[in-house]
């Protein structure tokens, strides 16, 4: 049973016979020998097939009308909603005739609006359009719920994309948001027609029961079990056959659209899972079912990499297109506490760095222009100032940035060459001109075979080929890459990687990557800034990041050990300078160096130049630290007592990761800007260190976390850095 509890299979049958026996007992009462010439009576024809036209006419009504209404309920925001969401749903708790009794106060002859109705000879009210009328009021409000609860529910990333590749609000509604609910509105779309179908109290209020004009198969039904209650029974049997054909009929395969997506569907699912869990290598796997997948050569090319058509050309051999953009910004949202100004040079790729919370996705947030963060917002594409405080941002499908994230989020129910295609068509290409450039792109990154697939046809590898290829596709001026290859497996990732990696060489454009993948940067990145705590604390070349990181995180990201400190001491073959009341001023050799940090004193070497008593930066290697049980003897430069919080796999080996005793906590507070973690149990201040040690040795200490160890670490092993 799937996990169930047994209980629930007995209030689950007392609950089904309740609906079905009532129904079935129906058949009981069938007198079959007259039931046909029943069926086939006037008054039977006339009321079925009036009852049927208007329902459909209600139903059609109740979609033109109730799908802005259910978009405007969950989607926009002014005064007084949640009284109008109540009172368009009011329907749902009054009973009909209570409907009926209000349709003929506001449109009877004597109504609010019924006497000047009357005067330009229109009447409504016992006449067929008041059977429409009524069948719609009672029927509206599901059709309104259904979609309601579905927007409010409903991812609105594929929206997002829709709106970057350059989608206008209608075809946004019309090709993205409308399929994709598509479920819903017709679940809403079959409770209106089944509500109007069986609409009873309103109609006989409002429109009588004038055979052929107004009385319904519910009002005939009504009629004849007075007179002749056999007659009602076959009726109300006939009733139910008709609506369970429609139910039957709108919950087949057309309702299943949007369920049952594979790996490729966008929905964050983890790469290649499903063929991983066949037990077969993915890259195996990748080159039986891709033709042309691209396969790492020894030189680094890729086969089916993307590929200049012309010197200097984007993606597609378009001619004329423009150089690289520049980009400026500044973001200040004091909801979100970020303060970051940013300027990127035209055909540079920047990884942005930090930890989670740190501000990241505000900054590309802001520079695509989605969603409301307030602040103050100044964002520079080339020479279009698209954001800036008090003036009307331009909106996202107007600012050329492309947006690939980490879900591929393709359309589910548009095909791989349409999904190409979705965002040149948005901007006004003409269709073979654009299903040709999808074409063309989707060649460039080894999918071209796929252009006929559907979403949920495709690998997580796969499907994040095809956002490439659509990120591309309208040629953006800025390229935001928000950690695309964290869902997938090792060699999908590599793949898609050098796909992008080729993308770039082939025609540069200005990039910002968000990523905390260590080869994303090492690949990809010119320049790396690392923010923390909606503040940029480092920006610099991604070379010098990855070897000489001057913040917490980038050390942590570079893996390397990070400790921020004040100089106490600096000294050089020059000379030496000490800072303020250091008793230990000689200890340190030629290009030695001492930094007062929340783990106490650090020794090392130096090769800038240091002012005493300013910020610097301590690092070394997990694998130069030593773990003892006991205080070292002698006298270590570095020896620092920590609590081990915890070891994970590193490699061949184990990384064995620690934080500062109390002791040290105390000191850390008074240490600038050291690593404000959320390690600290206590909420001080935690300052992690690690140490690389086989599985031998951590079996021989049998190390326990919580426990109390000592690290120790050469002072030659540790290279000091100005901040």
Known sequence: MNGLPRWVVLPATLGALLVVLPVASLLTRIDVGSLWSLLTSPGARDALWLSLRTSVVATLLCVVLGVPLALLLARASFPGRRVVRALLLLPLVLPPVVGGLALLTLLGRSGLLGGALDALGMRVPFTTAAVVLAQAFVALPFLVLTLDGALRSHDTAHEDVAATLGARPTRVLVRVTLPALAPALVSGTVLAFARALGEFGATITFAGALQGVTQTLPLEIYLQRSSDPDAAVALSLVLVVVA????????GPWFQLGEGEGPGDGSGDAGSAGVRSAGVRSADVRSADDGSAARPSVTGATTGAPQPHEPGGRPGGRKGVRPPAALSLRVRVPDRDVDVALDVAPGEVVAVLGPNGAGKSTLLQAIAGLGDLGGDITVTLGDRVVAEPGIRPTPPRDRRVGWLGQRALLLRHASVGDNVAFGPLSRGTRRGEARALAHTLLSDVGAAHLAARRPHELSGGQAQRIAIARALATDPDVLLVDEPFSALDVGAAQHARLLLQAAHRSAPRTTLLVTHDLLDVAQLADRVVVIEDGRVVEDGPAAEVLTRPRSTFGGRFAGVNLL?????LAATGEGRVAAVGTAEAGTAGASGAVLATPLGE??????????????????????????????????PRNAFSVVLTGIEPHGSLLRVWADAGQDQREVAGNTARSDRGTDASDGGIAVRVAADLTPAAVAELGLLPGERLWFVVKAAEVTVLPR
């Open 244 to 251: 369970l054909v429609i139910i039957v009929a709108a919950y």
């Open 564 to 568: 921020v400190g004040r100089v106490v």
């Open 602 to 635: 650090v020794h090392g070497t130096t090769e800038d130049p240091l002012e005493a008593d300013t910020e610097a930066v301590a690092l070394f290697e997990p694998r130069a630290v030593s773990v003892h049980r006991d205080p070292p003897g002698g006298s």
